[in-house]
Protein backbone atom coordinates (compact mmCIF):
# COMPACT_ATOMS: atom_id res chain seq x y z
CA UNK A 1 0.00 0.00 0.00
CA UNK A 2 1.39 3.50 -0.90
CA UNK A 3 1.78 5.21 2.21
CA UNK A 4 0.92 8.85 3.09
CA UNK A 5 1.91 10.64 6.23
CA UNK A 6 0.03 13.06 7.89
CA UNK A 7 -0.17 15.67 11.17
CA UNK A 8 -2.17 18.08 12.17
CA UNK A 9 -0.35 21.75 12.90
CA UNK A 10 -1.49 25.24 13.53
CA UNK A 11 0.87 27.28 13.31
CA UNK A 12 4.22 28.04 11.43
CA UNK A 13 5.75 27.92 14.78
CA UNK A 14 9.66 27.12 14.35
CA UNK A 15 9.71 24.59 17.56
CA UNK A 16 6.11 23.07 16.52
CA UNK A 17 7.28 22.78 12.61
CA UNK A 18 10.72 21.40 13.44
CA UNK A 19 8.87 18.49 15.19
CA UNK A 20 6.43 17.84 12.51
CA UNK A 21 8.82 17.60 9.82
CA UNK A 22 10.62 15.10 11.70
CA UNK A 23 7.88 12.55 12.62
CA UNK A 24 7.17 12.81 8.81
CA UNK A 25 10.73 12.07 8.10
CA UNK A 26 10.74 9.14 10.47
CA UNK A 27 7.54 7.58 9.37
CA UNK A 28 8.24 7.53 5.86
CA UNK A 29 12.09 6.48 6.69
CA UNK A 30 10.99 2.99 8.05
CA UNK A 31 11.86 1.26 4.73
CA UNK A 32 15.37 3.23 4.47
CA UNK A 33 16.61 6.00 4.15
CA UNK A 34 15.69 8.90 1.99
CA UNK A 35 18.89 11.35 1.96
CA UNK A 36 22.72 9.83 2.53
CA UNK A 37 25.85 12.30 3.68
CA UNK A 38 26.62 14.44 1.29
CA UNK A 39 23.32 14.20 -0.65
CA UNK A 40 22.83 17.53 -3.14
CA UNK A 41 18.91 17.62 -2.25
CA UNK A 42 16.97 20.39 -4.69
CA UNK A 43 13.95 21.46 -2.37
CA UNK A 44 11.31 22.89 -4.45
CA UNK A 45 8.74 24.96 -3.33
CA UNK A 46 5.72 26.56 -4.47
CA UNK A 47 7.01 30.65 -5.23
CA UNK A 48 4.57 31.63 -7.90
CA UNK A 49 4.80 34.84 -7.36
CA UNK A 50 6.27 37.61 -5.24
CA UNK A 51 3.84 37.58 -2.46
CA UNK A 52 4.92 37.20 1.01
CA UNK A 53 4.01 34.19 3.81
CA UNK A 54 0.59 35.92 4.91
CA UNK A 55 -1.05 35.87 1.51
CA UNK A 56 -0.57 31.98 1.40
CA UNK A 57 0.30 32.20 -2.42
CA UNK A 58 3.41 30.26 -1.79
CA UNK A 59 5.27 27.25 0.64
CA UNK A 60 5.48 29.10 4.04
CA UNK A 61 9.42 29.62 4.57
CA UNK A 62 9.37 28.47 7.84
CA UNK A 63 7.75 24.93 6.38
CA UNK A 64 11.26 25.50 4.04
CA UNK A 65 13.11 26.04 7.04
CA UNK A 66 12.03 22.64 9.08
CA UNK A 67 13.04 21.04 5.89
CA UNK A 68 16.26 22.65 5.33
CA UNK A 69 16.62 21.70 9.09
CA UNK A 70 16.06 17.72 8.58
CA UNK A 71 17.79 17.52 5.53
CA UNK A 72 20.97 18.89 7.28
CA UNK A 73 20.84 16.56 9.91
CA UNK A 74 21.26 13.68 7.53
CA UNK A 75 23.93 14.88 6.07
CA UNK A 76 22.16 16.51 3.03
CA UNK A 77 23.39 19.44 0.89
CA UNK A 78 20.16 21.58 1.01
CA UNK A 79 19.33 24.50 -1.93
CA UNK A 80 16.09 25.97 -2.77
CA UNK A 81 15.51 25.62 -6.56
CA UNK A 82 12.17 27.35 -8.10
CA UNK A 83 11.77 28.99 -12.33
CA UNK A 84 8.78 31.29 -10.88
CA UNK A 85 5.84 32.69 -12.99
CA UNK A 86 7.76 35.23 -15.36
CA UNK A 87 11.17 35.36 -16.62
CA UNK A 88 13.27 32.85 -15.42
CA UNK A 89 16.32 35.70 -14.91
CA UNK A 90 18.46 36.65 -11.35
CA UNK A 91 16.35 39.75 -10.87
CA UNK A 92 13.61 37.66 -11.08
CA UNK A 93 14.77 34.65 -8.84
CA UNK A 94 16.08 37.80 -6.15
CA UNK A 95 12.73 39.22 -6.40
CA UNK A 96 10.81 36.48 -5.53
CA UNK A 97 13.04 35.02 -3.15
CA UNK A 98 13.08 38.09 -1.20
CA UNK A 99 9.36 38.77 -1.01
CA UNK A 100 8.43 35.58 -0.06
CA UNK A 101 10.56 34.84 2.68
CA UNK A 102 13.15 32.37 1.03
CA UNK A 103 16.10 35.26 1.05
CA UNK A 104 16.61 35.19 4.72
CA UNK A 105 15.21 31.60 5.53
CA UNK A 106 18.05 30.47 3.22
CA UNK A 107 20.63 32.50 5.26
CA UNK A 108 19.56 31.74 8.38
CA UNK A 109 19.40 28.24 7.89
CA UNK A 110 22.53 27.90 5.91
CA UNK A 111 20.81 26.90 2.68
CA UNK A 112 21.71 27.73 -0.78
CA UNK A 113 19.56 29.65 -3.15
CA UNK A 114 19.75 28.36 -7.03
CA UNK A 115 20.98 31.33 -9.03
CA UNK A 116 21.70 28.89 -12.14
CA UNK A 117 19.43 29.80 -15.01
CA UNK A 118 20.61 26.81 -17.40
CA UNK A 119 18.41 24.44 -18.13
CA UNK A 120 18.58 21.11 -20.48
CA UNK A 121 16.01 19.03 -22.22
CA UNK A 122 14.86 15.83 -20.95
CA UNK A 123 13.03 12.60 -22.79
CA UNK A 124 10.12 12.07 -20.43
CA UNK A 125 9.63 8.42 -19.18
CA UNK A 126 6.29 6.56 -19.51
CA UNK A 127 4.78 9.37 -20.94
CA UNK A 128 0.99 10.09 -21.99
CA UNK A 129 1.13 13.22 -23.74
CA UNK A 130 4.51 14.75 -23.63
CA UNK A 131 7.77 13.10 -24.58
CA UNK A 132 10.19 15.67 -23.43
CA UNK A 133 10.44 18.93 -20.98
CA UNK A 134 13.03 21.57 -20.47
CA UNK A 135 14.10 21.06 -17.13
CA UNK A 136 16.55 23.80 -14.38
CA UNK A 137 19.53 22.71 -13.88
CA UNK A 138 19.24 22.29 -10.03
CA UNK A 139 16.46 19.76 -10.45
CA UNK A 140 18.67 18.18 -13.21
CA UNK A 141 21.47 18.13 -10.87
CA UNK A 142 20.34 17.04 -7.26
CA UNK A 143 20.84 13.50 -5.81
CA UNK A 144 17.64 14.19 -4.19
CA UNK A 145 14.12 16.24 -4.96
CA UNK A 146 11.56 16.98 -2.12
CA UNK A 147 8.50 18.94 -3.53
CA UNK A 148 7.51 21.00 -1.01
CA UNK A 149 3.78 22.23 -2.34
CA UNK A 150 1.30 24.68 -0.64
CA UNK A 151 -2.25 23.25 -0.30
CA UNK A 152 -4.59 25.58 -2.76
CA UNK A 153 -7.49 25.92 -4.96
CA UNK A 154 -6.70 26.33 -9.01
CA UNK A 155 -8.80 28.13 -11.25
CA UNK A 156 -8.00 25.72 -14.13
CA UNK A 157 -6.89 22.09 -12.52
CA UNK A 158 -9.12 23.05 -9.43
CA UNK A 159 -6.49 21.81 -7.06
CA UNK A 160 -2.92 22.42 -6.56
CA UNK A 161 -0.88 20.05 -4.65
CA UNK A 162 2.57 17.87 -4.89
CA UNK A 163 2.39 17.13 -8.47
CA UNK A 164 0.97 20.28 -9.90
CA UNK A 165 3.89 22.34 -7.52
CA UNK A 166 6.84 20.46 -9.69
CA UNK A 167 5.35 22.86 -13.38
CA UNK A 168 7.88 24.89 -11.77
CA UNK A 169 10.79 22.71 -12.98
CA UNK A 170 9.79 24.33 -16.74
CA UNK A 171 11.56 27.63 -16.94
CA UNK A 172 9.93 31.07 -16.87
CA UNK A 173 8.20 31.36 -19.80
CA UNK A 174 8.34 28.38 -21.02
CA UNK A 175 5.42 27.34 -19.10
CA UNK A 176 2.65 29.13 -20.93
CA UNK A 177 3.91 27.22 -24.11
CA UNK A 178 2.67 24.13 -22.44
CA UNK A 179 -1.25 25.50 -22.08
CA UNK A 180 -0.71 26.56 -25.98
CA UNK A 181 -0.14 22.92 -26.67
CA UNK A 182 -2.48 21.40 -24.05
CA UNK A 183 -5.15 23.57 -23.81
CA UNK A 184 -7.77 21.30 -22.20
CA UNK A 185 -8.15 20.18 -18.41
CA UNK A 186 -7.52 16.67 -19.36
CA UNK A 187 -4.43 17.04 -21.54
CA UNK A 188 -3.12 19.61 -19.42
CA UNK A 189 -3.33 16.77 -16.49
CA UNK A 190 -1.85 14.50 -18.10
CA UNK A 191 1.27 16.71 -19.34
CA UNK A 192 1.73 17.44 -15.25
CA UNK A 193 1.92 13.89 -14.29
CA UNK A 194 4.29 13.04 -17.32
CA UNK A 195 6.42 15.65 -15.85
CA UNK A 196 6.11 13.97 -12.17
CA UNK A 197 7.15 11.02 -13.21
CA UNK A 198 10.26 12.67 -15.39
CA UNK A 199 11.51 14.70 -12.86
CA UNK A 200 10.69 11.61 -9.89
CA UNK A 201 10.65 13.70 -6.76
CA UNK A 202 11.88 11.64 -3.72
CA UNK A 203 9.66 12.38 -1.19
CA UNK A 204 6.82 15.41 -1.36
CA UNK A 205 5.35 17.54 1.32
CA UNK A 206 2.17 19.51 1.38
CA UNK A 207 2.10 22.83 3.32
CA UNK A 208 -1.74 23.22 4.51
CA UNK A 209 -0.96 24.90 7.98
CA UNK A 210 -2.30 27.99 5.67
CA UNK A 211 -4.12 26.85 2.62
CA UNK A 212 -5.44 28.67 0.03
CA UNK A 213 -9.58 28.31 -1.34
CA UNK A 214 -11.37 30.06 -3.71
CA UNK A 215 -10.04 31.15 -7.00
CA UNK A 216 -6.53 29.87 -6.60
CA UNK A 217 -3.64 29.44 -7.18
CA UNK A 218 -3.20 33.54 -6.38
CA UNK A 219 -6.34 35.25 -6.31
CA UNK A 220 -7.99 32.98 -3.90
CA UNK A 221 -8.16 33.95 0.32
CA UNK A 222 -5.75 32.40 2.94
CA UNK A 223 -7.20 29.34 4.77
CA UNK A 224 -6.53 27.72 8.18
CA UNK A 225 -6.55 24.21 7.46
CA UNK A 226 -3.95 22.41 9.68
CA UNK A 227 -2.67 19.93 7.52
CA UNK A 228 0.79 18.97 6.80
CA UNK A 229 1.37 15.65 4.80
CA UNK A 230 4.15 13.55 3.04
CA UNK A 231 4.44 11.01 0.75
CA UNK A 232 6.88 9.39 -1.35
CA UNK A 233 4.31 8.90 -3.86
CA UNK A 234 2.94 12.68 -4.62
CA UNK A 235 -0.47 11.25 -6.51
CA UNK A 236 -1.07 9.15 -3.53
CA UNK A 237 -0.28 12.49 -1.36
CA UNK A 238 -2.39 14.82 -3.52
CA UNK A 239 -5.37 12.37 -3.77
CA UNK A 240 -5.52 12.26 0.37
CA UNK A 241 -5.41 15.71 0.93
CA UNK A 242 -8.12 16.83 -2.00
CA UNK A 243 -10.12 14.61 -0.52
CA UNK A 244 -9.67 16.08 2.90
CA UNK A 245 -10.39 19.43 1.37
CA UNK A 246 -13.67 18.09 0.05
CA UNK A 247 -12.99 17.67 -3.63
CA UNK A 248 -13.74 14.30 -5.42
CA UNK A 249 -11.45 12.62 -7.56
CA UNK A 250 -13.02 13.41 -11.23
CA UNK A 251 -12.94 17.10 -9.96
CA UNK A 252 -8.95 16.63 -9.36
CA UNK A 253 -7.76 16.18 -12.89
CA UNK A 254 -4.09 15.22 -12.02
CA UNK A 255 -5.02 12.82 -9.21
CA UNK A 256 -7.97 11.55 -11.94
CA UNK A 257 -5.02 10.74 -14.10
CA UNK A 258 -2.57 9.11 -12.23
CA UNK A 259 -5.08 6.65 -11.34
CA UNK A 260 -6.16 5.89 -14.73
CA UNK A 261 -2.31 5.11 -15.11
CA UNK A 262 -2.01 3.12 -12.15
CA UNK A 263 0.32 5.15 -10.44
CA UNK A 264 -2.30 5.69 -7.75
CA UNK A 265 -5.00 4.04 -5.37
CA UNK A 266 -8.30 4.90 -6.64
CA UNK A 267 -9.29 5.73 -3.06
CA UNK A 268 -7.89 6.65 0.10
CA UNK A 269 -9.44 3.58 1.83
CA UNK A 270 -6.27 1.81 -0.49
CA UNK A 271 -3.65 3.51 1.16
CA UNK A 272 -1.89 3.12 4.33
CA UNK A 273 -2.62 6.42 6.23
CA UNK A 274 0.07 6.84 9.22
CA UNK A 275 0.61 9.94 11.29
CA UNK A 276 -2.37 10.96 12.83
CA UNK A 277 -6.42 10.21 11.85
CA UNK A 278 -7.25 11.67 8.50
CA UNK A 279 -10.76 12.12 9.35
CA UNK A 280 -9.42 14.89 12.27
CA UNK A 281 -8.22 16.56 9.63
CA UNK A 282 -11.62 17.39 7.37
CA UNK A 283 -11.42 21.01 6.47
CA UNK A 284 -13.86 21.68 3.49
CA UNK A 285 -12.50 24.37 0.70
CA UNK A 286 -14.58 26.68 -1.37
CA UNK A 287 -14.06 25.89 -4.29
CA UNK A 288 -12.93 28.21 -7.75
CA UNK A 289 -16.00 29.64 -9.68
CA UNK A 290 -14.07 28.23 -12.64
CA UNK A 291 -15.98 25.24 -12.05
CA UNK A 292 -19.32 26.35 -13.15
CA UNK A 293 -18.99 25.26 -16.70
CA UNK A 294 -19.06 21.48 -15.45
CA UNK A 295 -22.64 20.83 -14.88
CA UNK A 296 -23.71 20.35 -18.30
CA UNK A 297 -21.75 17.13 -17.01
CA UNK A 298 -23.59 14.41 -18.97
CA UNK A 299 -26.77 15.95 -20.39
CA UNK A 300 -27.59 15.11 -23.57
CA UNK A 301 -26.80 17.39 -26.28
CA UNK A 302 -26.47 17.67 -30.13
CA UNK A 303 -23.27 17.26 -30.59
CA UNK A 304 -22.90 20.00 -33.20
CA UNK A 305 -24.22 22.16 -29.73
CA UNK A 306 -22.00 21.09 -27.33
CA UNK A 307 -18.88 22.81 -28.15
CA UNK A 308 -20.77 26.00 -28.51
CA UNK A 309 -22.65 26.05 -25.11
CA UNK A 310 -19.32 25.00 -22.95
CA UNK A 311 -17.73 28.06 -24.63
CA UNK A 312 -20.27 29.94 -23.71
CA UNK A 313 -20.96 29.06 -19.85
CA UNK A 314 -16.94 28.33 -19.47
CA UNK A 315 -16.15 31.12 -16.91
CA UNK A 316 -13.80 33.93 -18.61
CA UNK A 317 -11.15 36.24 -17.13
CA UNK A 318 -11.80 40.04 -17.02
CA UNK A 319 -10.12 42.86 -16.25
CA UNK A 320 -10.99 45.01 -13.19
CA UNK A 321 -9.93 48.64 -15.20
CA UNK A 322 -10.16 50.62 -11.65
CA UNK A 323 -7.16 48.32 -10.27
CA UNK A 324 -5.47 47.33 -13.15
CA UNK A 325 -2.04 49.26 -13.31
CA UNK A 326 -1.20 47.71 -16.81
CA UNK A 327 2.36 46.36 -15.59
CA UNK A 328 1.63 43.44 -18.39
CA UNK A 329 2.42 40.17 -16.38
CA UNK A 330 -1.22 39.02 -17.33
CA UNK A 331 0.09 39.54 -21.09
CA UNK A 332 3.52 37.86 -20.84
CA UNK A 333 1.63 34.62 -19.54
CA UNK A 334 -0.72 34.95 -21.55
CA UNK A 335 0.22 31.54 -24.08
CA UNK A 336 -2.33 32.71 -27.00
CA UNK A 337 -0.63 36.28 -26.96
CA UNK A 338 -3.82 37.96 -26.78
CA UNK A 339 -3.64 40.50 -24.20
CA UNK A 340 -2.67 44.40 -25.02
CA UNK A 341 -1.56 47.28 -22.74
CA UNK A 342 -3.97 49.72 -23.88
CA UNK A 343 -3.97 53.43 -22.28
CA UNK A 344 -2.20 51.60 -19.12
CA UNK A 345 -4.53 48.86 -18.71
CA UNK A 346 -4.70 45.39 -19.70
CA UNK A 347 -7.49 44.09 -22.73
CA UNK A 348 -8.48 40.78 -23.73
CA UNK A 349 -9.30 39.33 -27.37
CA UNK A 350 -11.95 37.23 -26.24
CA UNK A 351 -12.34 35.09 -29.46
CA UNK A 352 -8.95 33.76 -28.86
CA UNK A 353 -9.49 33.18 -24.92
CA UNK A 354 -8.53 29.49 -24.39
CA UNK A 355 -9.76 29.81 -20.29
CA UNK A 356 -6.30 28.55 -19.13
CA UNK A 357 -6.44 31.64 -16.45
CA UNK A 358 -2.88 32.12 -16.95
CA UNK A 359 -3.95 35.70 -16.62
CA UNK A 360 -5.71 35.21 -13.73
CA UNK A 361 -3.10 33.48 -11.40
CA UNK A 362 0.13 35.91 -12.57
CA UNK A 363 -2.05 38.96 -11.84
CA UNK A 364 -0.12 40.68 -8.78
CA UNK A 365 -2.63 43.27 -8.13
CA UNK A 366 -5.69 40.80 -8.37
CA UNK A 367 -6.93 42.71 -11.01
CA UNK A 368 -8.16 39.92 -13.05
CA UNK A 369 -11.64 38.39 -11.89
CA UNK A 370 -13.33 34.98 -12.99
CA UNK A 371 -16.65 36.44 -14.92
CA UNK A 372 -19.43 33.30 -14.79
CA UNK A 373 -22.54 32.79 -17.02
CA UNK A 374 -25.42 35.13 -16.38
CA UNK A 375 -28.72 34.10 -18.37
CA UNK A 376 -28.37 37.26 -20.32
CA UNK A 377 -24.91 37.74 -20.59
CA UNK A 378 -21.75 37.60 -18.88
Known amino acids: MEKVS ?26 GKLIKKGDKVAIKPNLLLKKTPEQATTTHPEFIAAIIRAVKRRGGIPIIAESPGGPFTKGNLKGVYSFTGMEEIALREGAELNFDIGWQEVSAENYS ?8 NPILEADVIISAAKLKTHGMMNYSGAVKNLFGVVPG ?50 KLAGITAASKNPHALDLLCSRLIGMSVQEVYTVDAAIKRGLCPATIAELKIVGENAETLLCEFRKPETRSNEF ?24 VKATCIGCAKCAESCPQHIISIIEHKAVIDYSKCIKCYCCHEMCPEKSIRIKTFRLFGW
Not at 16 to 25: P, S, T, W
Not at 180 to 186: A, I
Open 6 to 31: ILGCKSYNITQLDKIIEKHFVLLEVD
Open 173 to 222: LMKPEFHFRFRDKTSFANMIVDLCQTVKPTISFIDGIMGMEGNGPSGGEP
Open 129 to 136: VCSAFNII
Open 296 to 319: LGNIKIPKFLRKPIENLLTPKPEI
